[in-house]
Structure formats: structure tokens, C-alpha cells
């Protein structure tokens, strides 16, 4: 990244702040993007006479490209310049939202949607490969927290003010005016984001394949780690709107203010828990110990409050929400750094791509299924039960598939090999022989 510049009392250079300033506004934006549909549902229903199961298919259209795609979006940020794939991602994304304020047609939404989903499946790729790159271990999950501050903070501001704006306007202004405006970050990062190679790691062994990283037990663990996380994250941003308008009775302001501050509970959370990983590990505690903690208590939290708060008198449980949303946050702040640890520079890309293409697949199930279940029972009982017990499996999955959070030692590709055939030392670190076999499956 070139000479480090001055640091602050965060221990990073005035460069990554800046940096991370960048990509929480990518990511704020990216979110509101992805669940303003959701917002709009009330209003979008109506207007183009959308049953509950074709509603669900438009939320869930998003994910078909976004998961699928992850992998090759995982293969690109590894070999070519994040930097300028983030940003064709971005401007991808940004048009599509713009685009969807104008159409009328539940064809041509289903389309829009699906092209939202390729500009914004480069994102998390893209996050993992620069934090992975330029932040080490200990700062990690405070890097990831600001991520993960703006993932809640994205719809937090849209339910706010997006359902604001939309019960004064109507829903499609908001739509243009947003994906127009959140182009203006395509100057800010083309001028300040640093042109590295996604590949000018430091480590100039080449990078391991798919087959490689999947093939490993702790990849399998995150993968179905972050499904299981995902699904209540989505949930909430497709049909929480929805739920708190037609089954509890919200005004679409109170709708605003109540989604709103769920959210914003889980960014607050993302952030101080983020910080207080960090600090934890700074102090000696084992990274092991201290993110598989926070994955399982957040887990068990969502799972917990989430089931509760569908059964509960109105009023509780808008603060049993809340309660959810803060457990996302201390899963949301360590997911990441887990991946960007057992990865290394070398695989983030590719593992975070991966990782995501199965984390997603949640988000197309989630959306459909409820839809399916709110046409069949008249209610969300079922949809809110269901979720909360895919978040406790997603504890399960942290405390006992995961191993030990520490990088993986990759093996050298075939080329490599013959490039080191006269120096059996550089086969392993442990001296000549294979490299052990480590957690695969």
C-alpha cells in the first residue's frame, strides 16, 4: 500500500481510516439498495396487485445473481485490480436502483433485480480482500465492524427515512434520486482508494484454488455459519416492513421507526463489539476463544429474541427485536475477521467469494419460503420460529465444526512445485515431506 502514514489512536494510518471511511459509505449504500424493495412492499403490493408468493420471489430475485456470482466475483478480486472491480460493481448496482423507479411491470422488476444482484456481488469479495491485505489480525475486527456498522446502518436510514419519504412521495422518486446520488462515490474512491494489485500480497506463491479452500473443514464451517447468520439478516430486511405494517398494525412511520431501530441497535452493537474483540485479543486473550465466543452468544441472542418476540404483545416486542438485532451485531463485527484470518492475503478473495455463495443461498430461501408460509397461514408465526432456529444451528456451527481459528498453510500449486524442486525445504514449513493434512475433509 505503500508508506504508512500517520496513525491515530486507533493504531491505523490516516490512509486505511480513509479507506474504511470508503467503504462503510459503500456498504451503507450498497444495503439500502438491496433492501429498499422491502420498504416499498406495502405500497409496491398494491399498486401493482402482487400476491404474497410473488412478492417473496421479487425479494429473494436479488440473491440468484448475487450468491452464484460470488465465486467468479471471489476469482476476480484475487487477479485483477480490486480497486476498479469494486467500482464497475458499484456503478452496476447504483444504475439498477435508479432504473427500478421507473419501471412498472413485475417482469421487469424481477429483471432489474437481477441485475442488482451482479453489481453488488462483488462487495464482500472486494472487503475481504483489502482488509485481509492491509489490516492485521488484531485490528481486524474493529475493520470489520465499521463493515458491518454500515450493513445495519444501510437499512436502518432506509426504514427511517426511506419509509418516511415513501409514505410522503410514494416509493419511486426515492428510487431515482438514491441510485442517482450514490454515484457521486465513484469520484472520492477513484481518488483516494490506492492502486494495489489484488495479488501484490507480499506473498508471491500463488494463491490456492477452489478445491482446495472448499475442501477444507473450516470452510464449511463458515459457509454455513454465514447462512445461518444471513437468514435472520434477511428476513428482517425483506418482510420485516411488511410484518410490522399488516400483522402488528404500524403506521409506516411507526414501521420506519421500529425497523429502524432494530437496525440500529445491530449497527451500535457491530461496532462496540468489534472494538471490544480487538481489544480482548490485543490484551492475550486467543483469537479462537474470543471470535468463536461472540459468533455463539450473538447466535443463540438472535435465535432467542427473535422466536420471542413473534408471540409477545406489541409492545414488548419492538424491545425484543431491538435485543435481535444487538446479537447480529456481535456476530456481524467477527464473521469476516474469522475468514480474513484462516484465509491470509493469498485465498480472501476466493474463500470470502465462496463463503458467500453458500451464506446467500439463504437469501433467496428466506424471502420465498415466508412468502409461501404468509400465503398458506395467514400469519408470520412459522417464519419467525423457523429463523430463530436456523440461528441457533448457526451456533451450533461455530462452536462445533469450526476449529481452531488460526491461517491455513496452503499447499504450492503443481507450478510451484517444479519451481521448488530443488529446494525440498520450501515444501512445507516443517521441512521436506508433504504438508499436513490440517483440518480437510
Same mark, same amino acid.
Given at each position: 500500500?505503500?508508506?504508512?502514514?500517520?496513525?491515530?489512536?486507533? &493504531?491505523?494510518?490516516?490512509?486505511? /481510516?480513509?479507506?474504511?471511511?470508503?467503504?462503510?459509505?459503500?456498504?451503507?449504500?450498497?444495503?439500502?439498495?438491496?433492501?429498499?424493495?422491502?420498504?416499498?412492499?406495502?405500497?409496491?403490493?398494491?399498486?401493482?396487485?402482487?400476491?404474497?408468493?410473488?412478492?417473496?420471489?421479487?425479494?429473494?430475485?436479488?440473491?440468484?445473481?448475487?450468491?452464484?456470482?460470488?465465486?467468479?466475483?471471489?476469482?476476480?478480486?484475487?487477479?485483477?485490480?480490486?480497486?476498479? !472491480?469494486?467500482?464497475?460493481?458499484?456503478?452496476?448496482?447504483?444504475?439498477?436502483?435508479?432504473?427500478?423507479?421507473?419501471?412498472?411491470?413485475?417482469?421487469?422488476?424481477?429483471?432489474? =433485480?437481477? /441485475?442488482?444482484?451482479?453489481?453488488?456481488?462483488?462487495?464482500? *469479495?472486494?472487503?475481504?480482500?483489502?482488509?485481509?491485505?492491509?489490516?492485521?489480525?488484531?485490528?481486524?475486527?474493529?475493520?470489520?465492524?465499521?463493515?458491518?456498522?454500515?450493513?445495519?446502518? &444501510?437499512?436502518?436510514?432506509?426504514?427511517?427515512?426511506?419509509?418516511?419519504?415513501?409514505?410522503?412521495?410514494?416509493? =419511486? *422518486?426515492?428510487?431515482?434520486?438514491?441510485?442517482?446520488?450514490?454515484?457521486?462515490?465513484?469520484?472520492?474512491?477513484?481518488?483516494? $482508494? *490506492?492502486?494495489?494489485?489484488?495479488?501484490?500480497?507480499?506473498?508471491?506463491?500463488?494463491?490456492?484454488?477452489?478445491?482446495?479452500?472448499?475442501? =477444507?473443514?473450516?470452510?464449511?464451517?463458515? #459457509?454455513?455459519?454465514?447462512?445461518?447468520?444471513?437468514?435472520?439478516?434477511?428476513?428482517?430486511?425483506?418482510?420485516?416492513?411488511?410484518?410490522?405494517?399488516?400483522? =402488528?398494525?404500524?403506521?409506516?412511520?411507526?414501521?420506519?421507526?421500529?425497523?429502524?431501530?432494530?437496525?440500529?441497535?445491530?449497527?451500535?452493537?457491530?461496532?462496540?463489539?468489534?472494538?471490544?474483540?480487538?481489544?480482548? /485479543?490485543? +490484551?492475550?486473550?486467543?483469537?479462537?476463544?474470543?471470535?468463536?465466543?461472540?459468533?455463539?452468544?450473538?447466535?443463540?441472542?438472535?435465535? $432467542?429474541?427473535?422466536?420471542?418476540?413473534?408471540?409477545?404483545?406489541?409492545?414488548?416486542?419492538?424491545?425484543?427485536?431491538?435485543?435481535?438485532?444487538?446479537?447480529?451485531?456481535?456476530?456481524?463485527?467477527?464473521?469476516?475477521?474469522?475468514?480474513?484470518?484462516? +484465509?491470509?492475503?493469498?485465498?480472501?478473495?476466493?474463500?470470502?467469494?465462496?463463503?458467500?455463495?453458500?451464506?446467500?443461498?439463504?437469501?433467496? !430461501?428466506?424471502?420465498?419460503?415466508? &412468502?409461501?408460509?404468509?400465503?398458506?397461514?395467514?400469519?408470520?408465526?412459522?417464519?419467525?420460529?423457523?429463523? #430463530?432456529?436456523?440461528?441457533?444451528?448457526?451456533?451450533?456451527?461455530?462452536?462445533?465444526?469450526?476449529?481452531?481459528?488460526?491461517?491455513?498453510?496452503?499447499? $504450492?500449486?503443481?507450478?510451484? $512445485?517444479?519451481?521448488?524442486?530443488?529446494?525440498?525445504?520450501?515444501?512445507?514449513?516443517?521441512?521436506?515431506?508433504?504438508?499436513?493434512?490440517?483440518?480437510?475433509?
Amino acid at each position: 500500500m505503500g508508506a504508512r502514514d500517520s496513525t491515530n489512536h486507533s &493504531g491505523l494510518s490516516r490512509t486505511l /481510516i480513509g479507506v474504511l471511511v470508503l467503504l462503510w459509505l459503500s456498504v451503507f449504500l450498497n444495503y439500502i439498495d438491496r433492501s429498499n424493495l422491502s420498504i416499498a412492499a406495502p405500497q409496491l403490493k398494491g399498486e401493482l396487485g402482487l400476491s404474497a408468493t410473488q412478492l417473496g420471489v421479487l425479494l429473494s430475485a436479488f440473491f440468484w445473481t448475487y450468491a452464484c456470482l460470488q465465486i467468479p466475483a471471489g476469482w476476480l478480486v484475487d487477479h485483477l485490480e480490486v480497486k476498479w !472491480v469494486f467500482a464497475g460493481g458499484f456503478l452496476i448496482w447504483s444504475a439498477a436502483t435508479a432504473v427500478t423507479g421507473v419501471l412498472h411491470s413485475f417482469a421487469a422488476l424481477l429483471a432489474v =433485480r437481477v /441485475i442488482l444482484g451482479m453489481g453488488e456481488s462483488v462487495a464482500y *469479495p472486494s472487503y475481504s480482500k483489502i482488509i485481509a491485505n492491509h489490516f492485521p489480525v488484531e485490528r481486524r475486527g474493529f475493520a470489520n465492524s465499521i463493515v458491518a456498522s454500515g450493513l445495519c446502518f &444501510g437499512p436502518s436510514f432506509g426504514l427511517l427515512f426511506g419509509g418516511t419519504l415513501m409514505g410522503r412521495f410514494g416509493w =419511486r *422518486p426515492f428510487f431515482v434520486t438514491l441510485g442517482l446520488v450514490s454515484l457521486l462515490w465513484l469520484g472520492p474512491w477513484s481518488a483516494w $482508494m *490506492p492502486q494495489v494489485k489484488a495479488s501484490a500480497d507480499g506473498d508471491k506463491k500463488p494463491g490456492p484454488g477452489i478445491p482446495e479452500i472448499v475442501a =477444507r473443514r473450516a470452510w464449511v464451517a463458515t #459457509g454455513l455459519g454465514l447462512f445461518c447468520s444471513n437468514y435472520f439478516n434477511y428476513f428482517l430486511l425483506t418482510w420485516l416492513p411488511f410484518y410490522l405494517v399488516r400483522e =402488528r398494525g404500524f403506521s409506516m412511520s411507526g414501521m420506519a421507526e421500529v425497523g429502524g431501530a432494530t437496525m440500529l441497535t445491530a449497527a451500535l452493537s457491530a461496532v462496540v463489539c468489534g472494538k471490544l474483540s480487538d481489544r480482548w /485479543i490485543l +490484551a492475550g486473550a486467543t483469537t479462537t476463544r474470543i471470535r468463536k465466543g461472540f459468533m455463539v452468544a450473538g447466535s443463540l441472542a438472535m435465535g $432467542m429474541f427473535l422466536m420471542a418476540a413473534v408471540v409477545v404483545p406489541r409492545d414488548v416486542s419492538v424491545g425484543l427485536l431491538m435485543l435481535a438485532g444487538a446479537g447480529f451485531g456481535l456476530v456481524s463485527a467477527n464473521v469476516w475477521a474469522i475468514t480474513q484470518t484462516l +484465509a491470509g492475503p493469498r485465498a480472501a478473495g476466493r474463500w470470502a467469494g465462496s463463503q458467500n455463495f453458500i451464506g446467500n443461498l439463504s437469501g433467496a !430461501v428466506a424471502p420465498a419460503l415466508t &412468502g409461501v408460509l404468509v400465503d398458506r397461514t395467514g400469519h408470520f408465526l412459522w417464519p419467525f420460529l423457523i429463523t #430463530g432456529a436456523v440461528a441457533w444451528s448457526g451456533a451450533a456451527v461455530w462452536a462445533f465444526l469450526l476449529g481452531p481459528i488460526e491461517p491455513v498453510v496452503w499447499r $504450492m500449486s503443481p507450478g510451484a $512445485m517444479k519451481r521448488t524442486a530443488f529446494d525440498p525445504l520450501a515444501m512445507s514449513p516443517a521441512g521436506p515431506g508433504p504438508l499436513p493434512l490440517d483440518d480437510n475433509l
